[in-house]
Structure formats: C-alpha cells, structure tokens
C-alpha cells in the first residue's frame, strides 16, 4: 500500500513563527501536494511539485513556499505564521499514470 | 474560477433510502471526475473515478457532459456510509486536481 506519513498531527504555533510541514511517500511518485482543508471550503490546492526541486503555486500559495529536494519529501513552509493559517494541512502524492491521489492523515495546525 | 461546485454541504437520510450527492463542474477540455472519501477519523481516500465505470460500496456515478455533472448515487444508503464526499476534477493537461467544497452525508439509522 501506498503510504504518505505527514510527521506532525498536531501542532500550535504563535504568529510569526516559522512552520515547517513535513510529507514523506514511499512509492516513488513523481507528484506530490499541499492542500488546505477548511469547513465549508474543501480543499484548497496551496503547492504542487511534479519533480524534484519543481514546483507550480496552486490556488492560494500566499504566504506559503515549498521544497523538494528529494523525491520521496515534500516541505512546506509558512515563513511567517498568521492566524489565518490556522487549518488542516493534506499532503497527497500521485503518479502521472494513474493520477490517483494518495493522502496523508494530515496535520492541524493552530497558530495563536 | 470555480471548477467544481457540490451545492449542498449537508445531506441527510434514512437508512434503505436512495442517495445522490450532487457534483457539477466547469471545463472545457476532457476532464477526469473523482469521488473521495473521508471517513471519521481516516484519511481521504478514493472512492470511484469515472474511467472506471466499476460500483464500490454500492456507489455509482455517471460522466454526463452535456449537463457537466458527476453525480454518486447509492439505491439503499447504510449507516456506514456516513462521511464527508469529495467530487474532484483531474485536468488532462496536468496532474493538478481541483476539490469541490464538499457534503456531509448522514445516514440516520
């Protein structure tokens, strides 16, 4: 089974940190994602990467970046926390193929 | 540009009844329709793909492009079946998927 591991379930932060979002998948595919999920607005696609140090902004990548540097690894990165950042954040991997996209657990991050 | 629109975010019904959970979506190209899945407490998960043309749990949904609708339907709804449905839009262009706002089901014993 595919498996993609989001290191953090949970975390709070204050405003002005910085967050590092980390996503790692174990079946060598090519494109990974950052998603946001709020009530009422489903998932908002922030980045997405469809190689190793590529990526393209999605929907709403302001005050996010990202990194990949290796295959198996997708970061992302709040430079400065805000309020409202505060949300789940999916991760999600996928082969071109196919395109079935594969999620992590997520991690609910709190910015105070 | 809103690509996939799921107009209601709560459903409810009785176990045995019929449900449809409605998707529609705006593209012009040939797109690739999703269900996913989120159960209490689990990831996000498939449910069906439109290319498939195959039943899971009971759940079917038909590509109509003259309506632009991606519509799952089940005959007779379980208590299990109670989650959060995603209707997902895949461009044929690329590997971005864009998410409808989603529908909570419940199904009431």
């Known amino acids: 089974d595919v498996k993609v591991t989001q290191s953090s379930r949970y975390l709070v932060k204050r405003t002005g940190e910085k967050v590092f979002l980390e996503c790692v998948q174990d079946?060598?595919?090519?494109?990974m994602f950052w998603y946001r999920q709020d009530p009422g607005l489903g998932l908002r696609l922030i980045y997405f990467?469809?190689?190793?140090?590529?990526?393209e902004k999605g929907d709403i990548p302001e005050g996010y970046s990202v990194s990949r540097e290796k295959k198996e690894r997708f970061s992302l990165i709040l430079e400065s926390a805000s309020t409202n950042q505060t949300s789940m954040y999916l991760c999600?991997?996928?082969?071109?193929?196919?395109?079935?996209?594969?999620f992590g657990e997520g991690s609910r991050l709190t910015v105070l | 540009a809103q690509r996939v629109t799921q107009p209601e975010k709560l459903l409810s019904v009785f176990k045995g009844a019929p449900v449809e959970l409605k998707c529609n979506y705006s593209y012009s190209g040939s797109p690739e329709l999703f269900w996913y899945v989120q159960y209490s407490r689990q990831r996000l998960q498939l449910l069906l793909r439109?290319?498939s043309r195959e039943s899971i749990k009971g759940f079917t949904a038909d590509l109509n492009k003259g309506e632009t609708s991606f519509h799952l339907k089940k005959p007779f709804a379980q208590e299990e079946d109670s989650a959060m449905y995603y209707c997902?839009?895949?461009?044929?262009?690329?590997?971005?998927?864009?998410f409808g706002t989603g529908t909570s089901l419940t199904v009431i014993p």
């Open positions: 990467s469809y190689d190793v140090k590529m990526k």
């Open positions: 439109h290319i």
């Open positions: 997902a839009l895949r461009w044929n262009t690329g590997n971005q998927f864009y």
């Open positions: 999600a991997s996928s082969l071109s193929l196919t395109g079935e996209l594969f």
């Open positions: 079946m060598d595919h090519e494109n």
